[in-house]
């Protein structure tokens, strides 16, 4: 059985415009101990979701379940206490800043009236998790971004909670924080067999921890699936265009250029191939022009960690002219490489 399980899920917010549908027809299911991403651009409705999964934004049709449980059949009190099993980071920290470190991680456990020794005890073990254990005298203003999100990941985890949601937790943190910060997630998935929800409008961020993904726009979602799969085979337009703005593990996309020894190729048949680990040490593309005498030109090249395995992807057009189109596709298919037509997917 599913952990969470989001069903024919609705809500709106009335507006002094109007009634606006922030999410129409959810349907989720997340496994247990799952690292599950949720990715859309700004206004796509993800934090709406995410914040339906703890009955924060009460929906308004359809269920939430925790372990076969609907949320909407607790009483308040009962809701509370299920709270407790829902850790929840954000983006901005949301920790009191008159308060130290130790302090900052204390504050749930007293209010699960845990006495002041038990909750200090905790607390430290838990900072000494985060990488924090020498921090605990230390206000929220002497930290850096990276280790405010430690504090609040040390502060979700006070409660021992099996579900940990995660909103926009590393937009605002620079690329290598946002690596270190992903790692420790990781490690407290593995280490405690948390299930965590990662709501982002960051692809880099999917791939690098999460195992399956849904894509949400316009309080819908468009496509969900693993992440391999949604990489590999990209459904929908929002898909291929989160992977579009993608950039790989170098930094960079490389655009533009042109192999074949002719001129640019201005208007022909386009297709994305994407290189496993096991396919990239042939100089496939070289051989293809060798083998066919067709130019081909190369209009982006990049290599991402797609759960830990690198994937690389071209997006190769073939001259207007060319009549071996075919032929050259399954040249490519029988040396293990993945091919979509991609007529949308640049610019």
Known sequence: MSEIVIENLYKSFDTKDGTVEALKNVNLSIESGDIYGIIGMSGAGKSTLVRCINFLEVP??????????????????????????????????????????????????????????????????????????????????????????????????????????????????????????????????????????????????????????????????????????????????????????????????KRGTTAGGKEIIKSGEKIRIVFSENSAFEPVIANLILNFNEPVNILKADTKNVGGVAKGEMVLEFAPDCTKNKEMKQYLLDRGLEIEEVSEYVD
Not at 69 to 84: A, F, I, P, V
Not at 116 to 137: P, Q
Not at 179 to 195: G, V
């Open 60 to 253: 308004t049709k359809g269920r939430v379940l925790i372990n076969g449980k609907s949320l909407g059949d607790y009483t308040s009190r009962e809701l509370r206490k299920q709270r407790e099993d829902i850790g929840m980071i954000f983006q901005h920290f949301n920790l009191l800043m008159q308060k130290n470190v130790l302090e900052n991680v204390c504050f749930p456990l007293y209010i699960q009236g845990k006495s002041k020794k038990d909750a200090r005890k905790r607390a430290k073990e838990l900072l000494d998790i985060v990488g924090l254990g020498d921090r605990t005298g230390a206000f929220p203003a002497q930290l850096s971004g990276g280790q405010k999100q430690r504090v609040a990941i040390a502060r979700a985890l006070a409660s021992d909670p099996k579900i940990l949601l995660c909103d926009e937790a590393t937009s605002a943190l620079d690329p290598q924080t946002t690596s270190s910060i992903l790692a420790l997630l990781k490690d407290i998935n593995q280490r405690f067999n948390i299930t965590i929800v990662i709501i982002t409008h960051q692809m880099s961020v999917v791939r690098e921890i999460c195992s399956h993904v849904a894509i949400v726009k316009g309080g819908e979602v468009a496509e969900q699936g693993t992440v391999e799969d949604i990489f590999t085979h990209p459904k929908t337009a929002v898909a291929r265009e989160l992977l579009k703005n993608d950039v790989g593990d170098d930094g960079e996309e």
